[in-house]
């Protein structure tokens, strides 16, 4: 099975911007569709981005959509979320995940990371 680490979280200002990488090890990421989730305190796992195994499509929620941008190195089995103009809403533990349905990377992944800490302060 594929293991997933990410990195890049920490505090920003509202505005700034970060950029979040998934590592994938044991199983190349070539073959699974990549996406992203966040949660928030109190909240349920919710959501961000995917994107297809070939890079083909990508899919975004309406809260991050215009702001957002996931892509993926398949060379370097990482993929990635460049997170500009952002709020104090979007403070949230972020979890990278791998599945090999597109409908699954965005619902129900099989595959998840240990997820990393965005904190936007206002």
């Known amino acids: 099975q594929v293991q997933l680490v990410e990195s890049g979280g920490g505090l920003v200002q509202a505005g700034g911007s970060l950029r979040l990488s998934c590592a994938a090890s044991r199983r190349t990421i070539s073959t699974y569709n990549m996406g992203w989730f966040r949660q928030a305190p109190g909240k349920e796992r919710e959501f961000v981005a995917a994107i297809m195994w070939n890079g083909g499509s990508t899919d975004y929620s309406d809260s991050v959509k215009g702001r957002f941008t996931i892509s993926r190195d398949n060379a370097k089995n990482t993929e990635y979320l460049q997170m500009n103009s952002l709020r104090p809403q979007d403070t949230a533990v972020y979890y990278c995940?791998?599945?090999?349905?597109?409908?699954?990377?965005?619902?129900?992944?099989?595959?998840w990371g240990q997820g990393t800490q965005v904190t936007v302060s206002s």
């Open positions: 995940a791998a599945d090999s349905s597109w409908v699954g990377v965005r619902r129900a992944p099989d595959y």
